[in-house]
């Protein structure tokens, strides 16, 4: 199983960027999916989320209406739009599926990680 992250980099306050997630060796449709991200010195916390389908969609306090995340079972892929980014959005970002029932929220609820992409805001 292989999670691979893409689309990470040096941006502007302001700016915009997606994130893509490519899924291989599990039927995606099968996994909910998350986003997380850490932060230099912090936890890691919870970015967004998805059901099976994308149907339902979950944010991390105070990311709703910036963030978006979305998937394409048929592709494998698992996107993250990011809008009006901050320098406190700069963390190394992260996608995980799992196939329990557990919060989505919560990082324990997660079978498969990524290696993580580096997202960095300037001021």
């Known amino acids: 199983v292989q999670l691979v992250e893409s689309g990470g980099g040096l941006v502007q306050a302001g700016d915009s960027l997606g994130l893509a997630c490519l899924v291989s060796g599990l039927t995606i449709s099968n996994y909910r999916v998350g986003w997380f991200r850490q932060a230099p010195g912090k936890e890691r916390e919870f970015v967004a989320g998805?059901?099976?389908?994308?149907?339902?969609?979950y944010y991390g306090d105070s990311l709703k209406g910036r963030f978006t995340v979305s998937r394409d079972n048929a592709a494998n892929l698992v996107r993250l739009r990011m809008n009006s980014l901050r320098p406190e959005d700069t963390a190394v970002y992260y996608c995980?599926?799992?196939?329990?029932?557990?919060?989505?929220?919560?990082?324990?609820?997660?079978?498969?990680w990524g290696q993580g992409t580096q997202v960095t805001v300037s001021s």
């Open positions: 998805a059901d099976w389908t994308g149907t339902y969609t």
């Open positions: 995980a599926a799992t196939s329990g029932w557990e919060n989505i929220k919560t990082r324990s609820a997660y079978n498969y």
